[in-house]
């Protein structure tokens, strides 16, 4: 077990993770990373994390400022099940796949029972405000302070950021894809005045029913990744990142290059 990334050594030394192909990745379950977030909005301040898949690891691979974002984020869920797979192949272990789709749902109903309020910034126009509604459907209580589709240009950020302000949101989730969203968070969420911001991908668009997640079978087999080229092919050449991936593992644990695991 590696220990974290490359801020504030004596809270780093406490996360459990693994270093994939230069990227950080927390070793954490649902229920840890519930118990975190509570963490960081007891302290206050401003906690980027991020939900971290392969193709993250490969566009950090050439992206400095992504990949420096990601190592110095307060929490990288393992979402990917490629993540889990090269944790294993270079002799480490995630225990668990945490999945930016399934969390959202998941701090919501934190939310509902905490009290903290929620701001779901990005996706196209009206996905935010769909998933908003189904969220509070299904969990009553929930207080979802603001949506806004708006776009991670920097001429909207200063008023997007007075928005999120405004609502006093406790957590911010951004769908922008990545590494925008990332990049994002990493120049706003302190002025945001939220505690948590959490960059979310597509999973706006699967919670407010626009977009199809995989079937649970190919979920728990790990073939997500197939049915989203199936459903979405236009992602194919995104896509060319798993193979990219897998072969830059084998070929770290096979040559056992530090180099390109610390790159
Ligand atoms: N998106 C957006 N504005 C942009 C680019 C993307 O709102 O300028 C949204 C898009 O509608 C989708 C999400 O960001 O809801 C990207 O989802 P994707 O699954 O591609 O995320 P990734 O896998 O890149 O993290």
């Known amino acids: 077990m590696l220990l974290g990334p490359d801020s504030e050594e004596s809270f780093y030394e ?6 994939i192909l230069g990227v950080w990745v927390d070793d954490v379950t649902y229920d840890e990373m519930l118990t975190r977030l509570d963490d960081f909005i007891t302290a206050g301040g401003a906690h980027q994390v991020a939900t971290v ?17 990601l190592n110095t984020a307060a929490l990288c ?8 797979w090269a944790a294993r192949i270079l002799g480490c272990s995630l225990r668990q796949r945490v999945t930016g789709s399934d969390g959202v749902w998941r701090i919501a109903e934190q939310a509902s029972r905490r009290g903290y309020r929620l701001f779901l910034l990005g ?3 009206g996905v935010a405000e769909e998933a908003a509604r189904r969220l509070c459907d299904r969990y009553p209580g929930l207080v979802v302070a603001g949506t806004y589709a ?10 997007i950021v007075e928005r999120v302000r405004a609502a006093r949101a406790d957590i911010l989730f951004v769908a922008y894809g990545h590494p925008q969203q990332e ?8 002025r945001c005045g939220a505690a948590v911001g959490i960059g979310v991908g597509g999973a706006l668009d699967f919670v407010a029913g626009v977009a199809m997640r995989a079937p649970l079978w190919m979920r728990r087999v ?4 197939l049915y989203r080229l199936w459903r979405e092919p236009w992602r194919w ?15 770290t644990r096979l040559t056992g290059d530090e180099q390109q695991q610390a790159q």
Do not use: C, Q, Y
């Not at 776009?151 to 008023?159: F, L, W």
């Open 14 to 19: 406490r996360r459990r993770g693994v270093r």
């Open 53 to 69: 898949n392969p193709e993250f690891v490969i566009a950090a691979r050439h992206d400095a400022e992504f990949r420096a974002i």
């Open 77 to 84: 869920l393992p979402d990917g099940v490629g993540l889990l």
């Open 123 to 125: 996706a196209a126009p």
């Open 150 to 159: 708006g776009s991670p240009a920097v001429e909207e950020e200063d008023a």
């Open 183 to 190: 990049k994002w968070l990493a120049r706003n969420l302190a």
């Open 222 to 225: 790990g073939l997500e990744w």
């Open 237 to 251: 050449r995104r896509m060319l990142a798993l193979p990219t991936f897998a072969v830059l593992v084998l070929w």
